[in-house]
């Protein structure tokens, strides 16, 4: 194990000699277990099962080359086994014929003629349009997300096959992970806060989407759709308590900066829109929930304004840090009554959906 | 592309072996569940699938399948054994024999918190470099040594309270 020094984390004045005795003593027991590793016989073996296993499974399907246009359109054609003739969907994507398609390809889905120049085209304008490191994470967010809609939409339509969810899943990570990098950045800057504003709005998103989902599996008849639905909840879940982990490091770092006062007001500001966002769509959708959900939303609601009245009161007692975790919980309280009303309409809305395409049925983002 | 990822497996299947014996307990379990996970990981890429990242994404896929094999079976932690009265004086660790001070440690390890016991286990019985601990779990390596620092307080307590 080489070096006895615990890493970068400089060691306190307050260490005494006996609590450096008892960590070289775990350190030392630790050390000296058995080391477990795999014969050499073990390793040539599972290697021959590995190579044999390789030989029955070839490749199907070489990588393709990334940042090619035209590349990623043929990827998708053949995936989507497209029934038009490939070459005049190209003429169309490639002329563009204005406003209209790109308004007409906004609720494309995979499989559909307009689908590739959603993603190429109309998606690509919007991360050109970002002016700053924030709006280009959430840009990609945006994108993640629109990936993760499709899902839910095909999955209504219980046409979600394992194809199109692996790539739709597939595109979703890239994005997510442009928008990490984006958010790394931010992060650089020292802007700790915008960056864990930044994965926070991305955990609600997926909370929300891991509440359609989880109402579509709910309704679907079909086993394919179900399997491939809950398999998508499990991934989001794991990205959720990724994401989460990421921004408790961050938070740690903000409370900690010099300016922590101005990173808490602007946490209490942020809370406070939430809260008032929440609460009008309440006002206007109060009378479509069941009584059941609607007391359940006025509790939440409450509960978040009971916090960020005890914020406030840690402001005003100079406790930054307790502060800006009390917010966290208002907003998580916020957003509670939201996938709350979020679920609801779901229940009550989906067969409407699925008869009325091309319906958006993120009306409720889109209001956030 | 067949070059490459046994090049991949001939540099990682020791660590992703430890990784999961650390897990389970159990050798030949540990085996199966890497040989699965690099099986796994060829069907992805023979599909056209890229990974920017094979050694994280390596020991994710081992993880999940340990994950998904202790929920299937209700697998006996060393501690479980222990409380139910066994009381090994060697071999807690299959056909490995410890010693009943380091049998302690390992059992105050299991009393912590998830990622405390797993930061610890990467560090001291994998043996893997503050770097690896933090590529592997997305922290940076100073939260490692924070954790490690943390992870060493409580140990102390719990086995002075013992």
């Known amino acids: 194990m080489g070096c006895e020094s615990i890493g970068p984390f400089p060691r306190s004045g307050k260490y005494s000699i006996l609590t450096n005795v008892m960590d070289k003593h775990i350190k030392n027991q630790l050390k000296d277990l058995p080391k477990i590793a795999l014969t050499a016989e073990e390793k040539v073996l599972m290697r021959e099962h590995l190579t044999n296993f390789m030989s029955n499974n070839p490749v199907v399907n070489k990588p393709r080359a990334r940042g090619k246009f035209l590349s990623g359109l043929w990827h998708v054609f053949k995936m989507q086994r497209l029934a038009i003739n490939p070459l005049i969907a190209v003429v169309v994507i490639v002329v563009g014929v204005g406003s209209g398609t790109s308004l007409a390809a906004q609720t494309a889905l995979p499989g559909d003629v307009l689908y590739p120049y959603k993603i190429h085209v109309n998606e690509n304008v919007k991360v050109l349009l970002a002016l700053s490191v924030e709006e280009e994470a959430q840009a990609a967010l945006d994108l993640a997300e629109e990936r993760l809609k499709e899902a839910a939409k095909l999955a209504a339509e219980d046409k979600l096959s394992a194809e199109i969810k692996l790539e739709l899943k597939a595109k979703f990570k890239q994005h997510a992970r442009n928008a990490f990098a984006k958010i790394d950045l931010v992060k650089e800057d020292k802007k700790y806060s915008n960056a864990s504003d930044l994965l926070a709005d991305f955990e609600d998103r997926l909370r929300l989407h891991v509440s359609t989902l989880a109402s579509v599996k709910a309704k679907s008849k079909d086993d394919i759709t179900r399997s491939e639905v809950a398999e998508l909840v499990t991934d989001l879940e794991r990205e959720i308590k990724l994401s989460s982990e990421t921004r408790a490091t961050l938070n740690a770092q903000v409370i900690v900066q010099p300016d922590v006062s101005k990173a808490v007001e602007g946490k209490l500001k942020a809370v406070e829109n ?34 960020v009245i005890e914020g406030q009161a840690k402001i005003e007692a100079d406790a930054y840090g307790d502060a800006f975790g009390i917010f966290q919980e208002a907003q998580k309280e916020a957003q509670e009554a939201l996938i709350i009303i979020h679920e609801e309409e779901t229940n009550i809305g989906i067969e409407a959906e699925v008869d009325l395409k091309p319906v958006d049925s993120n009306w409720i983002l889109k209001s956030i | 592309m067949k070059h490459e990822f046994l090049r991949a497996y001939d540099e990682y299947a020791d660590q992703l072996f430890r990784h999961a014996y650390f897990r389970v307990y159990d050798r030949e379990l540990a085996m199966d569940l890497m040989q699965e996970a690099f099986q796994n990981i060829w069907v992805y890429l023979s599909k056209g699938h890229e990974i920017s990242k094979l050694r994280a994404f390596l020991y994710k896929t081992v993880r999940n399948l340990v994950i998904t094999h202790l929920r299937k079976k209700k697998q006996m932690s060393l501690e479980e054994l222990m409380e139910k009265g066994f009381q090994p004086s060697v071999d807690t660790m299959g056909k490995y024999r410890i ?14 918190p998830k990622k405390y016991q797993e930061i610890m286990t990467m560090r001291y019985m994998e043996e893997l470099s503050f770097k690896e601990i933090a590529t592997l779990t997305g922290h940076t390596e100073n939260l490692v040594g924070v954790r490690i620092n943390r992870a060493l307080s409580k140990i102390r307590k719990i086995l002075n309270i013992n």
């Open chain 1, 274 to 307: 939430k809260l008032d966002t929440t609460q009008k769509l309440f006002s206007n959708k109060k009378a479509s929930l069941g009584s059941n959900a609607q007391a359940q939303v006025e509790a939440q609601i409450e509960a978040a304004k009971t916090k």
């Open chain 2, 99 to 112: 010693d009943l001070e380091a049998q302690r440690i390992i059992k105050a390890i299991k009393k912590l």
